[in-house]
């Protein structure tokens, strides 16, 4: 530590906290020097020439001079091999048991002395020195694994390993959790380890709070997606192809995965864009269903001080006819920034207020952060220590670190003992009157002034009684302490969903919730690292999630804050929320005009509410995100695979923000058919780029010819919106109704619409045939011609 880092650390906690957390630093790194060794002499290792072979139903075993792979395939087309005896389970993504092998897929011999194992929708292949392709049924090659390598400590310990691996030169990367520089993933190195970068962030940073060695790869030749089921540190390096490239022949896009211990193994699913997505889920769990006041208009911000501020807020957006369904609270509103505590001298009756709130429709949502003041006669504190829920250092003493509170302790949420008792604590949030939960600094954070920002890699984790240390438990910290709080959630209030969303997170965390983007930059750039975050996340299995409207720090000018809003009113979380020291976020705050246009925006995010819904459902139902890349329905347009300044929002419309000051009008490429623009109603032909007005009043948003989208009519009953389908075409849509925020089953209620001698019909469609839609239609779109 040098003297600008104490300086820079006592600015953040003043002079006693930030002397203590040098102090706690300086302990995590004498632990992590006395229980983690230098690595010293590694013997690398490679597979080595094949040997006899097992086989099994769905697959078998392969074994060469120095290794084993055992490798899977299930009736759905799922993928799995590990190495050195690695199985699918135990495994923090997974959402219950492996899926079952095909018994009609068996290990066969491949040319050139290797194996390969045939299904109906994949091919493995094995050749005989260890390197694995997985192929279309057509023999097409959509990823080569070349042989791993393993460098293992002489002395013993983990060993770290590499994966290399190729795609066809045309392939796009996508996901590895949230990443600002994406939602394609160029040239460079990504690494693994779920961090909080310490202050606002923009497209440059990385990693950030959520990483999965989760790859989409989309290529001319299919899609597939490859996940590497171990939550160590690592890193890829990833390259994209080059067609041509050397005498004619394609230079491979290449993948380079580096991990510092644990399993080799590796799912892979095939197919669609939306196949991938649903089978995805089929292993890692459905998501969470949010209640429905989730999908609409919520405020935060660090800060809000009283009861009193809250109210005046809140009755800001009621006198101005603006729509608001939920406030958060951050740590402000806890006494010494104590978990589970109320300042009562700022909030004196909390129960009250959220009571009071409630009856105006608008819910009360409470951060958790997972630190614990160590102190005791703190009641959280003491019942961890009774329960055994905190993490300890390999000499059994409590590992401590410095967050908000001052010294603290951390729950264990590897131990299911610890999340019964953090799950049984929400049961005080819910008694104070809160509806939800937002997870915070859970990489974990420890406030440091040099070194990493979290636990000791030394620190001794339950791991579901495996035990382990923090090299491994630290990237599913997130998700654990989710688990407890879902869980915990539902145990005490089982009448409700629960609606809980976490800033970090791996892969499976959308059994639990969703997320946001965490303390992005105000700023252009941090405006369009926010649409990065919430499609990469969504391509990983994660559709609940949004940016923190108008960037976490500083001021945003009333244009970049207007052109935020516009965003966020398209996207799942739609949340404003500042820091403490920020400016305010209120649309009034920012003059007249934006507060005229946010309105509007508003109101158009609750018109699209019953849309909003059904996205949500079939979300849970398929695994599909709300927001979708441009190319999901069409991934061989590689034009489309480009386009990062765009999305779909369900199959029905296509939203192209403005990410640029100083715009009025913007290119917009769109996929195959016809679309409309819903402000003007013209009519555009794709595939193909259109420049459409972009006025500050408005972002552009088009509709799909024949799309039927349920919206929320002035009275506020549920009616479709269909736009007229293309002359010699039909279209469609689906409704799901809203059933409330219990667990009330839904029924998914499909329409058609055709045009007829100029006339639109739209009809239910029913296990018997068609019936005519008994809700309310309007249609738009006729008449309109096809833009040039």
Not at 462 to 474: C, K, N, T, V, Y
């Amino acid at each position: 530590m040098d003297g600008r880092e104490l300086v820079r650390s006592v600015k953040v906690l003043g002079s006693v906290g930030g002397l203590r957390a040098a102090r706690v630093a300086w302990r995590r790194r004498r632990a992590d020097a006395r229980a983690l060794p230098p690595r010293r002499a590694e013997r690398a290792r490679v597979p080595g020439p094949m040997g006899e072979v097992e086989p099994l139903p769905g697959g078998g075993i392969v074994r060469f001079a120095r290794s084993e792979l055992r490798i899977s395939v299930s009736a759905g087309g799922t993928v799995f091999w590990g190495w050195d005896g690695a199985g699918p389970l135990p495994s923090y993504a997974l959402a219950g048991q492996a899926p079952e092998p095909d018994p009609r897929a068996v290990l066969e011999p491949d040319t050139e002395g290797g194996w390969r194992v045939v299904s109906e929708r994949v091919t493995v292949a094995v050749s005989r020195h260890g390197a694995v392709e997985v192929r279309t049924p057509g023999g097409v090659v959509l990823r080569r694994d070349l042989p791993p390598r393993w460098w293992e400590p002489v002395r013993g310990g983990a060993a770290r390993w590499v994966q290399r691996s190729e795609v066809a030169a045309d392939a796009r990367f996508f996901g590895l959790g949230g990443r600002a520089a994406g939602p394609r993933l160029r040239d460079g190195s990504y690494r693994l380890w779920n961090t909080d970068p310490g202050g606002s962030f923009g497209p440059g940073d990385d990693p950030l709070y959520i990483t999965m060695p989760v790859q989409l790869v989309v290529a001319d030749s299919g899609t597939h997606l490859a996940f590497h089921d171990n939550s160590w540190d690592g890193r890829v390096v990833l390259a994209e192809g080059e067609e041509g490239a050397g005498s004619g022949h394609d230079r491979p896009g290449t993948s380079e995965l580096r991990v510092d211990g644990g399993p080799l193994r590796c799912w892979v699913v095939v197919g669609t864009p939306a196949r991938v997505l649903h089978g995805w889920a089929a292993l890692t769990g459905a998501p969470a269903l949010p209640p429905s006041w989730a999908l609409g208009p919520q405020h935060a911000r660090w800060g809000f001080g009283s009861e009193r501020e809250v109210r005046r807020v809140v009755d800001g957006y009621r006198d101005r006819g603006l729509p608001l369904s939920a406030l958060h609270l951050d740590i402000d509103h806890y006494a010494g920034h104590r978990v589970f505590t109320v300042d009562r001298e700022r909030f004196p009756d909390l129960p009250g207020l959220a009571a009071e709130l409630r009856g105006r429709g608008v819910r009360l949502v409470s951060i958790v952060d997972p630190a614990v003041r160590a102190e005791p006669g703190d009641p959280v504190y003491d019942g961890g220590r009774a329960a055994g829920a905190f993490v300890r250092d390999a000499g059994g003493e409590e590992v401590r670190g410095v967050v908000w509170p001052g010294e603290c302790a951390y729950p264990d949420f590897t131990d299911p003992r610890a999340r019964e008792w953090w799950g049984g604590l929400y049961e005080e949030r819910l008694r104070q009157g809160f509806s939800g939960v937002w997870h915070d600094m859970n990489e974990p954070v420890s406030f440091a002034p040099f070194g990493e920002r979290t636990l000791p890699r030394s620190a001794r984790h339950a791991l579901e009684g495996r035990g382990g240390d923090h090299r491994e438990a630290h990237n599913v910290y997130g998700l654990t302490m989710a688990r407890a709080g879902y869980e915990g959630l539902g145990r005490l209030r089982p009448e409700e969903r629960p609606f809980l969303f976490s800033r970090s997170g791996w892969a499976g965390m959308q059994r639990y919730g969703g997320t946001w983007s965490g303390d992005v930059s105000s700023g252009w750039p941090g405006l369009r690292a926010s649409l990065a975050l919430v499609l990469g996340l969504g391509l990983c299995g994660v559709p609940y999630s949004g940016p923190d409207v108008g960037g976490f720090d500083g001021s945003p000018s009333p244009e970049l804050f207007l052109r935020w809003y516009q965003l966020g009113a398209w996207l799942p979380l739609f949340r404003t929320h500042a820091a403490i020291d920020a400016g305010r976020r209120e649309p009034w705050e920012f003059g007249p005009e934006v507060l005229e246009h946010a309105r509007a925006a508003l109101l158009e995010r609750e018109r699209l509410r019953p849309y909003f819904v059904t996205l949500s459902r079939l979300a849970r139902v398929t695994g599909a995100p709300y927001v979708r890349p441009v190319w999901w329905g069409t991934p061989e347009d590689r034009a489309l695979r480009d386009c990062e300044d765009a999305f779909l929002l369900g199959d029905a419309l296509l939203v192209a923000p403005v990410l640029v000051p100083g715009t009025d009008r913007r290119a917009v490429r769109l996929p195959r058919g016809r679309w409309f623009d819903t402000a003007t109603g013209r009519a555009y032909d794709g595939p193909g780029q259109v420049l459409l007005d972009a006025p500050l009043s408005r972002v552009p948003v088009l509709a799909r010819a024949g799309a039927v989208i349920p919206v929320r009519d002035e009275d506020g009953g549920l009616s479709l919106e269909v736009w007229a389908p293309a002359p010699g075409r039909t279209g469609g849509g689906l409704v799901v109704r809203d059933t409330g925020d219990g667990w009330q089953p839904s029924e998914l209620e499909r329409y058609q619409s055709r045009l007829v001698d100029g006339r639109v019909t739209v009809e239910r469609v029913t296990e018997g045939g068609t019936e005519e839609a008994a809700l309310p239609v309007r249609v738009r779109g006729l008449g309109d011609e096809a833009g040039r």
